[in-house]
Every structure is written in structure tokens, then in C-alpha cells.
């Protein structure tokens, strides 16, 4: 499926608050739908969603908490309907928190596995979200993500962070091939130059070095239908968004 549904990534601006304004601002912009991030929303999901809906936005993804996806599946399945979120992501690991063996990213697969079976069943989807860290190779020489994903299997998908899979040391064209059909949402964020500080090194969509006329094509053979525009750091939120949105509808105009 072509990728067609212009998504922000509700990160991106959580140092401009409050959210209710910044709706209004992507609307007129021309995103269609947002990615919350956990806890921003938890407090009182009714309340977002209410917030969403009257911006004429969606949240069909949310980032959320990987120990309550794993461990309050259930609450966290009631929380994705109320916001209207499809896609539950388990967006981050602590350090403390990341295995060292391949037995120790088998375990979380499989813990993972069984609350995307429980999301199944309630009609969402668990996916996991992609850094660096997953990248780093252990002891034995293999990829942490790759032992997550295989022990998860199908009950669980995929949100692949292109900048990130880049400054992880991996060929982000080979991660799109690789996983093609478990992909179900695509982040595509972009990175300056290693050594660059500005920004954490974070840049728009099309401003950095992940090589977008290469992989852009590669979007078609995944699952997803959203493109996903997100900065960790932006200097101006909305410099960002406008521009990464620009760049967005730029290559899907090539496409």
C-alpha cells in the first residue's frame, strides 16, 4: 500500500505547549492525523481525543508505554480505542532496561507477542518502534532487533525510524526490504552529519543525510499507509513541520 495519510508526531513539539493551539496549526498546514506520545495524553484520553477530533484530526497511532502495553495490556487497549489509535507503539527501552544476549531480546519478543494478541483480538496492532540500540551488535554478533521481531512474529508490527536505523550503522534501504510487509507505520526523520550538534543533530525531512530518493520508492512494499514527520529537538516546531510536510508531498508527487 502506497503511503498516503500525513501524520506529526505530537514528540516533536512537546516543548511548545499547550497542544490544543499546535492542532489547529497542523491542520492548516495540511497533516491529517497526529502520533501522541506517551504520558502526554494518559492523564485524561477523552479530553485529547475531544481535542483531536475538533482540530478535523485523527490519531490513528500512539506512541505508549512498553511496560504498561506489556503488563495493563487490557487498560492500554481501552486507552488506543478511546484516542482512536489503531497502532500501539512501544516507542523506547531504558539502558537499565536492554539485554545483552539474544535470549534476553527473545524474551521481550515474546512478552510483546502476547499482548499483541490480546490487541488483535480488540482490533489495534502492537508495534514496536525502532533507535539506535536495536542495531548494536551483541556479543555473538547478531542484531537485537532482529531476535525481537522473529520471537514477536506476526502478532506484533513494526514503526520503522529511518534516521534513527541510520545512525544505528544500518543500510535503512536494506531495513525496508528486510521487513517490508511487518512495517505498519514509517517515521521519516532525518539527520545531519555525525558531529553535528544544532538541533541534537536532528534536521527536517530532506535536510539531512538519510537517502530518501533511494528509499522513498520502498514505501509502496510496506504495510503502511502513514508518513510520519518527526524532530526530537526542532529549534521552531513549526519550521519543522512545514517543511518536513513540504518535502513529504514533494516525494510523493515523484513517486
Not at 541510520?166 to 517490508?180: H, M, Q, S
Request: net charge negative.
Amino acid at each position: 500500500m502506497k503511503p498516503s495519510r500525513l501524520c506529526f508526531a505530537l514528540y516533536s513539539s512537546r516543548n511548545f505547549w499547550p497542544l490544543e493551539p499546535q492542532l489547529g496549526v497542523l491542520k492548516e498546514m495540511g497533516y491529517d492525523s497526529v502520533e501522541p506520545w506517551w504520558p502526554a495524553y494518559g492523564d485524561d484520553p477523552k479530553a485529547f481525543r475531544k481535542m483531536v477530533d475538533a482540530a478535523g484530526l485523527a490519531a490513528p497511532v500512539a506512541h505508549m508505554s512498553v511496560a504498561g502495553i506489556v503488563n495493563e495490556t487490557e487498560r492500554f487497549i481501552d486507552i488506543a480505542g478511546t484516542i482512536g489509535a489503531t497502532l500501539m507503539v512501544c516507542p523506547w527501552l531504558p539502558p537499565d532496561e536492554r539485554g545483552t544476549t539474544a535470549d534476553d531480546w527473545k524474551r521481550l519478543g515474546a512478552a510483546i507477542a502476547k499482548a499483541g494478541a490480546k490487541a488483535r483480538e480488540a482490533g489495534r496492532k502492537v508495534l514496536w518502534h525502532n533507535h539506535d540500540f536495536e542495531y548494536s551488535r551483541l556479543p555473538d554478533g547478531s542484531r537485537p532487533i532482529d531476535h525481537l521481531l522473529a520471537a514477536a512474529g506476526d502478532e506484533v508490527g513494526f514503526e520503522i525510524d529511518c534516521a534513527w536505523v541510520v545512525r544505528g550503522g544500518a543500510d535503512v534501504a536494506a531495513e525496508l526490504t528486510r521487513y517490508g510487509r511487518r512495517i505498519d507505520a514509517i517515521q521519516v526523520k532525518d539527520t545531519a552529519p555525525p558531529g553535528t550538534r544544532a538541533e541534537e543533530g536532528w534536521v527536517a525531512t530532506g535536510d539531512g543525510i538519510v537517502p530518501w530518493k533511494e528509499i522513498w520508492p520502498l514505501f509502496a512494499r510496506t504495510n503502511s499507509d502513514l508518513i510520519i514527520m518527526e524532530h526530537d529537538n526542532p529549534a521552531d516546531w513549526q519550521k519543522f513541520a512545514r517543511r518536513s510536510l513540504d518535502y513529504a508531498r514533494k516525494m510523493q508527487a515523484a513517486d
